[in-house]
């Protein structure tokens, strides 16, 4: 896919997908299997972070989610529709519909976005999160800003992560990965 804007700018090479069991880190497999503690190193371009709102319904969450199962790496990403053209899949103009969106976890590792819910036992994730959440997937990028550029980020999986089993059955839809912590915090993954 050719872009203008990107010419003569860094590609980010995108990788063949993983399985959604890639998509934690050690800490976080470790959380799910008993393995040991291992580091990652990552890094996200800072003006694609954004800090959590601690006013936000379930900062906590997703500030312990960050911390415990990605060990920090998991950055929030800020995606702009005018750098995103190649979501309006049907020309219609809707690809994004929201001036940006922005994901509570991105883990460059492997490309996986990731939601981390608190509550919702009775339903009432944003639909048009999940859906344009999968148009980035098919398209398998997104385009981020950093240092007044462009780059591109791959992205491989959509993954939703809730604090009980109830939250996420009452969730579960698309073509998303469901996951959810038992009573234990342990991650995991809903059938």
Do not use: C
């Not at 319904?57 to 920090?72: M, T």
């Not at 944003?126 to 997104?142: I, K, N, R």
């Amino acid at each position: 896919m050719s872009d203008k804007s990107m010419e003569g700018q860094d590609q980010v090479e995108i990788p063949a997908a993983k399985q959604p069991e890639d998509s934690l880190s050690p800490k976080g497999k470790s959380a799910m299997q008993g393995l040991t503690e291992q580091k990652i190193e990552s890094s996200v371009p800072s003006e694609t972070i954004e800090p959590p709102n601690p006013s936000k319904k379930g900062s906590d969450f997703e500030s312990w989610a960050r911390e415990e199962l990605f060990e920090g790496n998991a950055k929030r990403i800020i995606i702009y529709p005018e750098d995103n053209r190649q979501l309006n899949k049907l020309g219609d103009g809707i690809g994004l519909t929201k001036e940006r969106r922005i994901t509570d976890a991105y883990w460059k590792e492997d490309g996986s976005i990731w939601e981390l819910k608190s509550g919702y036992q009775k339903g009432g994730i944003d639909q048009d999160q999940l859906y344009e959440y999968s148009l980035m997937e098919q398209a398998g990028e997104v385009r981020v800003r950093e240092g007044g550029n462009k780059i591109k980020l791959p992205v491989t999986s959509i993954n939703y992560l809730f604090d009980t089993k109830a939250g996420a059955l009452a969730n579960q839809s698309g073509e998303a990965n469901f996951w959810y912590l038992d009573e234990n915090k342990n991650v995991q993954h809903l059938e």
